[in-house]
């Protein structure tokens, strides 16, 4: 009778061992996905970060262009508008570009988020709690959670990021609108 009883338990025995075999493969294909998204957004952030830093260098040279420009203008050239409107003008255009530096610089902001437990914190966690690390799967389960913790704060400071850069676009490109316009009114009325 035990003989039939191991033999019957033998099937159950390699289901059970199929299931946790199967729910490995799962945990651990689940790890690499959450792995790869981790690694998206760390790469989302270096782009943000290159497209403020680019925003700068595009505030820098329309910002040297019109300094370089004004000059010339208020000396040699005879425009059909008062010298103190130009001048009114370009204050406004120059706080439309400073409203625009403001927003990529923060855009470059070190945002404070959570990092990961170190070597040493990791190890005396499971070694205090050896008994809930009995598979790779659970390793898996606890590296996910960790990993969801550092991808949600990379997430929320790129989201705010992409919202600062947007910002700064919108604002320096109303400043660009801000000079065609008034250039082309200073043609118009020059010729006309």
């Given amino acids: 009778m035990k003989i039939f009883n191991k033999w019957r338990s033998l099937p ?93 610089i923060l855009a470059q902001w070190r945002y404070e988020y959570k990092g990961m437990q170190d070597g040493q914190a990791w190890y005396k966690h499971v070694k205090d709690n050896y008994q809930d690390y009995a598979t790779q799967a659970n390793f898996d389960r606890v590296w996910m959670e960790q990993l969801k913790e550092l991808h949600d704060a990379i997430r929320k400071n790129n989201n705010r990021r992409a919202t600062q850069i947007i910002a700064s676009m919108t604002i320096f490109l109303v400043a660009v609108l801000m000079v065609a316009l008034a250039s082309l009114f200073t043609i118009i009325r020059f010729f006309v």
């Fill in 12 to 104: 159950q025995q390699e289901e059970q061992q199929k299931q946790q075999e199967q729910a490995q493969l799962m945990m651990r294909n689940i790890k690499e996905f959450g792995k790869y998204s981790y690694e998206q957004e760390l790469a989302r952030e270096r782009s943000l970060l290159d497209q403020a830093g680019k925003m700068l260098t595009a505030f820098a040279l329309f910002t040297a262009a019109l300094n370089m420009l004004l000059p010339v203008v208020l000396t040699h050239a005879t425009i059909p508008i008062s010298k103190n409107k130009l001048i009114c003008l370009v204050g406004i255009i120059t706080f439309v570009l400073l409203a625009s530096l403001v927003m990529a």
